[in-house]
């Protein structure tokens, strides 16, 4: 028996490396993350903070890949003409008057979670 619990385990590991999808966020653990550059930081928490890390807001939640990755899978360049342009409840160019498109490419990289 004693053999069988560092086996489970290691199963387990493969599962969750390999098979599982990605577990969703919540609210607070979305609004725990921030962009590395002050600057992008200061965008995002006077823009797209406000809806991206509230579940009623109907927006993918910062950091949450099994909302992101659907959406990043459409490509960056067409990331960046949804928020330029605006989607649904998504307002043209995410409420971010001074934000450049790099400026919004940088925050949309951040969000979906491939800031690196
Ligand atoms: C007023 C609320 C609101 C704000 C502010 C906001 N968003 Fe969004 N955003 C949304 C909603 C709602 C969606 C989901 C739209 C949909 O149903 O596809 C969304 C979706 C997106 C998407 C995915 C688009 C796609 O094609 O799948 C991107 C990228 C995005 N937002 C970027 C941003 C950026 C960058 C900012 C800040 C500059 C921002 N948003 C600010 C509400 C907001």
Redesign the pocket.
Known sequence: MRACAPLLAMALAACGDTEMPPPPLTEAESAALNPSDPRVAA??EG??K???TVKD????LTGDLAAWNP?WA?GED???A??MGG?????A????FE?TPED?KA??RF??GHEQ
Do not use: D, F, N, V
């Open positions: 965008l995002y823009s797209c406000a809806c991206h807001a109907q927006a993918p959406r459409k067409a990331l960046l949804s928020a989607i649904k409840g998504m307002p160019g995410g409420q971010c934000c919004l925050l949309i969000m979906a």
